[in-house]
């Protein structure tokens, strides 16, 4: 029997990271939180098919380059 019910969680975000992600979201006819929510799950996908995370470089620090 799965959770249907969505978990609100507080999430800090750099301006430059809400940025790209809202530009993104409106590219994807999505809300912020539905394009964060599409982001997650596709990486927790990616992680039960092969164990690994999307990117090697996870845990390296983002360099938007957003003007």
């Not at 799965?2 to 301006?15: C, E, F, H, I, N």
């Not at 790209?20 to 990616?46: H, M, P």
């Not at 039960?48 to 938007?64: A, F, I, N």
């Amino acid at each position: 029997m799965g959770d249907t019910q969505k978990k609100q969680v507080p999430l800090r975000l750099s301006a430059k990271l809400y940025s790209a992600i809202a530009a993104w979201a409106e590219d994807d006819f999505r809300s912020v939180n539905g394009q964060i929510e599409y982001l997650l799950t596709e990486c927790v996908k990616q992680r039960k098919k092969d164990g690994k995370y999307v990117s090697e470089e996870l845990d390296k620090p983002l360099d938007l380059d957003i003007k």
